[in-house]
């Protein structure tokens, strides 16, 4: 982990950024409860998972210690309570009727559920993610919802010899709508191979999971 640490401030210092300008999410989806405990003992607390019944054992098997949890893969209709109640942050929200569900069903307890619109940047048929045209009807529609707080945009990009371009059309994105008056502070993007690339955009969460676990598993659970 340290590892990655270490090419995080590099290249935040090679975008003339500040040390704590981006911060490292791990992506913990398919790989063991101990995997997620060592390296909470090693300094880190944020943690992503995509796989919801398998992130929910491991919430519970993990509950002693002060993790906080992200959820960044697809989100179906029927999931949208067990996430709005167990997750911190939503990295993947891509339509409107997803993000109702999610403010309808967020306890009162517990603070503002932290939201980012996910951008199918690259356009690609297969992908999840709202097109880059509709993003600020999203936007504007998410800010009127309770207990949510939409942060940014997230996205992934088409795997290309080089991702940069895709970042940063992520980034004037995000310009777009903040001229438009949404107020955003959040790009999540950029993973193992890439995250120099999307830092040197903007970034300001980057998910790497298999350069710190190492390959990854099959899913834990279905």
């Known amino acids: 982990m340290q590892a990655v640490k270490c090419r995080i401030l590099h290249a935040l210092d090679e975008a003339g950024r500040a040390p704590d300008a981006a911060w490292l999410l791990v992506v913990s989806k398919t790989f063991s409860a101990e995997a997620i405990?060592?390296?909470?003992?090693?300094?880190?607390?944020?943690?992503?998972?995509?796989?919801l019944q398998e992130a929910l054992a491991k919430i519970a098997d993990l509950q002693d210690l002060p993790l906080e949890w992200h959820f960044i893969g697809p989100i179906q209709s029927n999931k949208?309570?067990?996430v709005?109640?167990?997750f911190s942050w939503v990295?993947?929200?891509?339509?409107?009727?997803?993000?109702?569900?999610?403010?309808?069903?967020?306890?009162?307890?517990l603070p503002p559920?932290?939201?980012?619109?996910?951008?199918?940047?690259?356009?690609?048929?297969?992908?999840?993610?709202?097109?880059?045209?509709d993003a600020l009807?999203?936007?504007?529609?998410?800010?009127?919802?309770?207990?949510l707080q939409l942060r940014g945009l997230m996205?992934?990009?088409?795997?290309?010899?080089?991702?940069?371009?895709?970042?940063?059309?992520?980034?004037?994105?995000?310009?777009?709508?903040?001229?438009?008056?949404?107020n955003l502070d959040t790009l999540s993007m950029g993973m193992s191979d890439d995250l120099e690339s999307a830092i040197l955009e903007g970034?300001?969460?980057?998910?790497?999971?298999?350069a710190i676990f190492g390959a990854r598993a099959s899913k834990i659970q279905p």
């Not at 559920?113 to 045209?133: D, F, R, T, W, Y």
């Open 155 to 182: 996205t992934i990009p088409a795997p290309t010899c080089d991702a940069r371009p895709q970042f940063g059309q992520l980034r004037a994105l995000l310009q777009q709508l903040n001229a438009s008056g949404c």
């Open 80 to 82: 949208t309570q067990a």
């Open 113 to 133: 559920l932290q939201v980012c619109i996910e951008v199918n940047i690259s356009g690609e048929a297969s992908k999840g993610g709202v097109m880059p045209q």
């Open 137 to 147: 009807a999203l936007a504007r529609h998410i800010q009127t919802l309770p207990r």
């Open 91 to 109: 990295h993947s929200v891509d339509r409107a009727k997803i993000a109702d569900r999610l403010a309808a069903a967020r306890p009162d307890a």
């Open 37 to 51: 405990r060592a390296a909470w003992q090693a300094g880190q607390l944020c943690f992503g998972e995509s796989y």
């Open 203 to 210: 970034a300001t969460i980057v998910r790497v999971g298999s």
């Open 84 to 86: 709005a109640a167990h």
